[in-house]
């Protein structure tokens, strides 16, 4: 079990982000449980404790999918965002428009752009 991974007030993000992602989920059973998770053809659970007020427990198997909601949420751009960015620097470095730099300085940007674009496709490949 891993403690303190899952703020309690992210419970309904994470079940928000579970549908979005079309992970199956459903209430928890007993009073301790407050959610189960299912993932590699089992259900899984996160519970609450009584003397942890803060933070939820998460059933280990279910920690890679945690951090990645966690991850997720703290990324200031999304996959169609990336791709956008990446798309309409490619036309402008073609078209030589609306760059302020030279073009060697707008093909590293773009290399860096498409790097991070393919991390975080990554990233979310491995939920």
């Known amino acids: 079990m891993s ?9 309904q993000a994470f079940k928000d982000w579970l549908d979005s ?3 199956n989920h459903r209430e928890g059973i007993g009073s301790y449980q407050v959610l189960q998770v299912f993932q590699q053809g089992q259900w ?3 519970f609450k404790r009584d003397n942890m007020i803060e933070h939820l427990t998460v059933d280990v198997r279910l920690e890679g999918l945690v951090r ?16 956008s960015i ?6 402008s470095i073609c078209f030589q428009s609306g760059i302020d730099f ?18 975080n496709a990554k990233s979310i490949k491995q939920v």
């Open 3 to 11: 403690k303190c991974l899952l703020h309690k007030d992210k419970l």
């Open 21 to 23: 992602k079309d992970i």
């Open 44 to 46: 899984m659970g996160i």
């Open 68 to 83: 990645a909601f966690i991850n997720t949420s703290k990324s200031k751009y999304s996959s169609d965002d990336l791709e």
């Open 86 to 91: 990446v798309r309409n620097l490619e036309e």
């Open 102 to 119: 030279d073009t060697r300085d707008s093909r590293v940007l773009l290399e860096m752009l498409k790097h991070l674009g393919e991390l």
